[in-house]
């Protein structure tokens, strides 16, 4: 049984680029939160999708969007890259319904912006 | 969602010594989670215990919730190097797919 995996690994990106990060969840899970953390701080929630739809949003800008495909796997796409946008970016799957409250999640995307 | 404070920040123990880790937070909730991350890496969820239960045990962990205190204490047993990790709590106010808010963790390091 495949846990959550994330690509790429690493990514080094300029600043103004855009770029777009995969996560496939654990079987049988249909919901994908994102996560983003910085050196030194917990994760931050991004937002979560379920049924191809954002269902919540943390307190970040519109330059992060995401994406849910039928087979549930998720896309988080960063546009106008900063500095400050360099992080650890992490995957998340759940069960929307079904009283099992743990996540799942994956090993991460490490994002250098130069 | 609520963000859980974890305390201490940082926790140095000897390999076999227990370590001690607690999680405050500010309102009611139906459940608390910790979570573990070995450095660099995603988190990986220990254990779950719900706002009618006042103790947990998985293998070496022990959980305590007291919600009078608004409090949780992770306890981790005869320690190992391989323990080193950050450690956060989550708190949920209603549970199912809520997000989940992170403190910045205890840092645990065991020397061997």
């Known amino acids: 049984d495949a846990g959550v995996t994330q690509s790429p690994t690493h990514l080094i990106k300029t600043r103004g680029q855009q770029v777009t990060l995969r996560c496939s969840p654990k079987?049988?899970?249909?919901?994908v939160s994102w996560y983003q953390q910085a050196l030194g701080q917990g994760p931050q929630f991004i937002f979560q999708?379920?049924?191809?739809?954002?269902?919540q949003r943390g307190n970040f800008p519109d330059r992060f969007s995401g994406h849910q495909f039928p087979n549930y796997s998720s896309e988080l796409n960063v546009n106008a890259l900063l500095l400050g946008d360099s992080a650890l970016y992490l995957c998340?799957?759940?069960?929307?319904?079904?009283?099992?409250?743990?996540?799942?999640f994956g090993p991460g995307t490490r994002l250098t912006v130069t | 969602s609520q963000q859980g404070e974890e305390d201490p920040q940082a926790l140095s123990i000897q390999e076999g010594e227990n370590a001690t880790m607690n999680c405050s937070y500010k309102?009611?909730?139906?459940?608390l989670q910790w979570y573990r991350q070995n450095s660099g890496r995603g988190l990986v969820h220990l254990i779950l215990?719900?706002?009618?239960?006042r103790e947990k045990h998985s293998g070496r962990l022990r959980v305590t919730l007291d919600t009078s205190k608004k409090s949780s204490s992770l306890l981790i047993t005869a320690s190992r190097a391989a323990d080193t990790a950050s450690y956060f709590c989550?708190?949920?106010?209603?549970?199912?797919?809520?997000?989940?808010?992170f403190g910045k963790g205890t840092k645990l390091t065991v020397n061997p």
């Open positions: 079987s049988g899970h249909d919901t």
């Open positions: 999708y379920y049924e191809e739809e954002e269902r």
């Open positions: 989550a708190p949920l106010t209603q549970g199912g797919s809520e997000k989940l808010v």
């Open positions: 309102t009611s909730i139906n459940n």
């Open positions: 215990i719900r706002s009618n239960e």
């Open positions: 998340a799957s759940s069960l929307f319904r079904g009283g099992r409250y743990e996540q799942y």
